[in-house]
């Protein structure tokens, strides 16, 4: 595709759901990563993917937050039990490799919003 | 941990004066990337700079990075309303990419 898209835009979800959100990145991308970025903060990150490697999970707030990539394809970041504070807006880029001399390519972001 | 530092956190400035944003970092990067969010957007990439004491510039944005490779600026001059939004830097060291808390730019008429 021309951009790294995200759906869906907008979840609004009650307390104590699940949700899933999903990354599409630019085609031949093989790292693709998922931040936070809470109302007016900035970027934290979460989780990247390189290819086939073993995921970074570093980022990831608690054990109700997990993602998944197929290949070098789609993503999708879960959340369970969601609660209030994971309100934010969740943005997903890709770079042609994991590399400190890649940019990163942001898509658009699903803002979730817990009531 | 790595930290990377941003200042200040809001700027408001009268269009056409100018304008900083600073990233600072606790140990020394291997590069640094300047992004760029409008209000409502999503970060979009502006630059990188890989040399030590590098400077671009991008008509009126320069870029710097410090001679040891810890610190880096962005200099806006004679700011318009389109330059609003929100300077993130994002530092690199190995494997790790962190981005500073961003820069938000507000243009007053």
């Known amino acids: 595709g021309a951009g790294v898209s995200q759906s869906p835009s907008n979840k609004v979800t009650e307390k104590g759901k699940d949700v899933e959100l999903r990354c599409d990145p630019i085609?031949?991308?093989?790292?693709l990563y998922w931040y936070r970025q809470r109302l007016g903060q900035g970027l934290e990150f979460l989780i990247y993917?390189?290819?086939?490697?073993?995921?970074?999970k570093s980022g990831l707030p608690s054990d109700r937050f997990s993602a998944e990539r197929t290949g070098e394809s789609v993503s999708t970041l879960t959340i369970q039990r969601t609660q209030q504070e994971d309100s934010a807006v969740y943005l997903c880029a890709s770079s042609l490799i994991h590399s400190s001399y890649n940019e990163q390519f942001f898509g658009p972001g699903t803002r979730l919003t817990v009531l | 941990g790595q930290q990377v530092m941003q200042i200040p956190q809001y700027q408001h400035v009268q269009e056409g004066e100018d304008f900083t944003t600073y990233c600072n970092s606790s140990t020394t990067l291997s590069n640094i990337q300047w992004y760029k969010q409008r209000p409502g957007g999503h970060p979009v990439f502006l630059i990188q700079l890989v040399k030590s004491g590098e400077v671009k510039k991008q008509k009126r944005l320069t870029f710097q990075f410090g001679e040891a490779k810890k610190n880096s600026s962005l200099h806006i001059t004679a700011t318009q309303t389109t330059d609003v939004g929100t300077y993130f830097c994002a530092g690199h060291r190995y494997d790790k990419i962190i981005f500073g808390k961003g820069t938000r730019l507000h243009i007053l008429p």
């Open positions: 993917f390189q290819g086939n490697s073993a995921p970074d």
């Open positions: 085609s031949g991308h093989t790292a």
